[in-house]
């Protein structure tokens, strides 16, 4: 069947995953890979040059090796701590330490000479040892300014469970994000923060989605007794899973194509850094939106006495229901109990019939 | 809820459509009218220098908006005036300064000089000495001192036997002959300058020149302490310990402006090292109100600096030059420091009140130009440290363009093929979006660059390419609520206004976070990820322009048409492939004809 239909099946509750009641399931995957992400990060991560302070420098010479190139800055530095690379497009790329103390003008000049190359064909760059934590620090602070006036909104916006769930989500994204590159040991670079921090507005966007459909359906959800908190918001978030698949793949096309196009085309850089960390990070964000925030918020939900009460509800009514069925006539007894004043929105309405059509099928969320 | 919501019909699309259609076509002519084609490129892109410096000071509140903008205007005027063009200078986050400097000029120098963002002072001159060479040398620095044209010069420099362009730098009896010569003149504002400002030939009188150079070797038995003054006792082993022909020792030692101190000078003429011991800051630099070089016709007395002070400097000049002015000689003398290095020091001859003063001497026209650019900007109300400073050819630049062009377009067509593909005629609107946000995109970011000077650099076209999955996301969102009322039996006209308020929220809410998300970083942080940020919160913005003002309005007309509103399969909207059961409630008319259950 094709997705179309899956996407209609879904809507309807008729295919359903459940990624609400299955909760353990999806924590114990993110505790293992948060874990992990934990035991990467306490390894470490490789911090680009930025970070340490120093000097990089691109020259392009057909036939140049990274043998000469090391020789030449060895030469230059007085010592074997230069690290050379080649960047994949025929560029060699050579990292000298700030503990060199050799000026970049001094250094280009030698290069040039050494290795015959135009000295204003060397691209050089300096960085002081602090630029990059200043770039971190700042990043940190916008990070801590962000989720907090995130949370506020969403607090305000929707409730403060599902701000909790969304954070929660965000962290749990960015730990994985960093975790993966202390893992691989992929270089950090400012450009790398750039990506983390876009990974912030990226999963909150797919979370903030998912919650308002949620939002959505339970809206006046105490007014009835056929489905729990926790099956209304596994509905919405299979109703909003096509979408999710969609926005995650149409989010990830051009970030792949920057990755593997624009880093192919040119090997290392800022494009492929940002692309890199926004590639890990969207992936982990849809998952955490669909399969941490959605779960962590209807945890949170049940624990209100409301909707314990409304749980209790339906587990009577469900078991009226079956003892009805066995006797043979329908029972509809909608207890039309006032919970919090809202009057059952039109999504209530348009939704019961078809859920009265297949109550029992939603609420044990077969696939 | 019997009742749809299409009560204005379904609004006035058209109206929209025209206006962003208007606002687009207008943003496009403005944009040939001015001639502003394609976006400024950032230094990553075009090729050049971008050095970043970073604000240092003991005072964290010294570092304040303020300070940074006189820094910048400084900063700006002296890469400027390095004839290097179109070098931006502007803040970034809050204690730091981009400096972007095109390719083309001598970069290399640019930098240097963006490198001497130097703390400048006037300091009185407590005493001087040459070093690194023996004593003998001592007097030698004194002919480039040839301050006096006069020539008169000192008969303490009878020494050489030569012509003796005012031998000594000590400038003890030369006082006397600048002063004559001068005296047609409005002479109270004058200083004379000192050996090391000097330097030019052509300046000196003509008995003096040949002998600038010859004199030093020649005249050993010149004692050092002739030029010496006192030094403070405090100061004096430190003084006696500097060696300014020992490079490490030239460094910047102006640690407090209240302390006297000790300081290097280098003298081109005799290609000597001083090493001054210095009063406390007497004048600060920022007092300088502005500095500059002229060629003094009434006189022909060459080329000379004058400058002017702010109103608290000239206080502060009037009383020191009167102090000075009494003193003997070479405590007669200001030094004007720059980053701990001496580049001038006049000797004064009388108190100089009002707030202006020339500096006059044995100036080339370079020489003057220099101290008076010196005096003009150099001094910075903060210290700045070079953070980063990357230099790209533009030929890597020019690559770096291309490949994340490429990416984009990559990344663009993939998007397009997938919303095809999955959404099919409703794909074809998504498509007319993304041209339309990339068209106001572009425009928006060339005439930006052009009004306040916003650079594209590669991070910037991350963000653009980033932005074509938000924008596109936003469309699905709109989309699949359309499609989840038709799924409903909702015949499409009263789907696509029904869906629009739900997709609306969900849209605004989630552009909301997206674009809090580009405001934060934009204003906290720093360098790169400034200008991602801001291309993420622009694009964040267009994305619910385009779909207010342009999706939603199209898909409004398009869903009169009978191609979607009958549900064509190539539509995107079919009733039977989504599924949709026949309505329930009276109310609503069921779709196309046939919408029967499907499995």
Known sequence: MSLRNIGHRLYQGEVSFDFVGKRKIWYSISGVIVLVAAIGLAMGLHLGIEFKGGSVYTVQKPGLTVTQA?????????????????????????????????????????????????????????????????????????????????????????????????????IHDLLITIGVYALVGFEVTPGTVIGFLTILGYSLYDTVVVFDTVKENTRGITKQSRKTYSEAANLGLNQTLVRSINTTVVALLPVAALLFIGGGLLGAGTLNDISLALFIGLAAGAYSSICVATPLLAQLKEHQPEMKALARKVAARRAADAKAAAEGGPQDAESPEDGDGVTAGMVGQRNQPTGRARAKGRSTGRR | MATPKSR?????????????????????????????????????????????????????????????????????????????????VQTQGDNNIIVNIPDGGDQQESINKVGDTAKLYFRPVLALAPTGVQANATP???????????????????????????????????????????????????????????????ASAPAATPSAAATAPSTPDMSAALTQGTVPADLQKQFAALDCSVAGQRQDYQTDPAKATVACSYDDESGLWYKFALGPVAVNGQDVDKAQAVYDTQQAGGWQVQLSFTDSGSQAF??????????????????????????????VQQSITGGSAVISGSFTQADAKSLANVLSYGALPLDFTKSDVTTVSPQLGGEQLKAGLVAGLIGLILVVVYSLIYYRGLGLVSIAGLAVSAVLTYAIMTLLGAGIGFALNLPAVCGAIVAIG????????????????????????????????????????????????????YVVSVGKVQGFAFTLGLTTLLDVVVIFLFTKPLITLLARRPFFANGHPWSGLDPKRLGARPPIRGGRRRPSSAAPKEA
């Not at chain 1, 050799?102 to 190359?117: H, M, Y």
């Not at chain 2, 000689?329 to 000797?347: E, T």
């Open chain 2, 470 to 521: 938000i924008t596109a996301d936003s469309f699905i969102v709109y989309f699949e609520r359309i499609r989840d009322e038709v799924r409903e039996g909702a015949p499409l006209r009263a789907a696509v206004q029904r869906a629009w308020p739900r997709a609306r929220r969900t849209i605004l809410v989630s552009d909301f976070v997206s674009f809090l998300c580009a405001a934060v970083l």
């Open chain 2, 318 to 347: 009037a009383d020191t030059t009167g102090a000075l002015a009494a003193q003997a000689p070479p405590a007669n003398q200001f030094a004007i420091v720059l980053d701990g290095k001496v580049v001038s020091h006049p000797y």
């Open chain 2, 8 to 88: 204005p019909r379904d609004g006035y699309p058209g109206r929209a459509l025209a206006l962003i259609l208007t606002v687009t076509v207008a943003l496009v002519a403005v944009m040939f009218a001015t001639g502003h084609k394609t976006p400024r490129l950032g230094i990553d892109l075009a090729g050049g220098t971008s050095v970043t410096l970073t604000a240092k000071s003991d005072d964290p509140a010294a570092i304040n908006k303020s300070n940074m903008d006189i820094a910048v205007g400084i900063i700006q005027k002296r890469v400027n005036g390095m004839g290097v063009s179109e070098a931006e």
């Open chain 2, 140 to 202: 030698s620095g004194s002919p480039s001192g040839s301050a006096t044209p006069s020539g008169a010069a000192s008969p303490t420099a009878a020494a050489t036997g030569a012509a003796a362009p005012a031998a000594s730098p000590s400038g003890a009896k030369a006082t006397a002959s600048p002063s004559a010569s001068k005296a047609g003149r409005a002479v109270s504002d004058a200083l004379l300058a000192d050996p090391t400002a000097s330097g030019s030939p052509a």
């Open chain 1, 70 to 170: 090391q020789d030449a800055a060895n030469k230059i530095t007085g010592s074997s701590t230069a690290q050379v690379q080649t960047t994949g497009d025929g560029k060699v790329r050579i990292q000298v330490s700030s503990a060199e103390q050799v000026p970049a003008e001094t250094f280009t000049a030698e290069l040039s000479k050494d290795l015959g190359v135009p000295a204003n064909e060397i691209n050089a760059q300096v960085i002081g040892p602090s630029w990059g934590d200043e770039i971190s620090k700042k990043a940190l602070l916008g990070l801590v300014i962000f989720m907090v006036l995130v949370t506020i909104y969403l607090a305000v916006a929707f409730e403060w469970r599902m701000a909790l769930a969304a954070l929660v989500a965000l």
